[in-house]
């Protein structure tokens, strides 16, 4: 059963495109020059980073998913700043 994580895409004016992070996995992330780029990059991203954890004998955290959700809107996310 694949793992499903929440994906956060934010436009970067800086690299004028898109950044996807994948909060519960730590410096997974993808850039595209489109919102549907960079998600299909971080889907990427994410089975290699599973595969990297797997191969190191690292944890790999459960997905929080609705938790996190409800925590965003909640105002307990992390915000991204400028």
Known sequence: MPHKYAIEIIYSDEDEGFIAVVPELPGCSAFGETE???????????????????????????????????????????????
Do not use: M, N
Not at 41 to 63: N, Y
Not at 67 to 72: G, K, Q, T
């Open 36 to 82: 549907e780029e960079a998600l299909r990059e971080v889907k990427v991203a994410v089975s290699l980073w599973l595969e990297a954890a797997r191969e190191e004998g690292r944890v790999i955290p459960e997905p929080a998913g609705r938790e996190r959700l409800r925590d965003i809107l909640a105002g307990k996310g992390a915000t991204c700043g400028p």
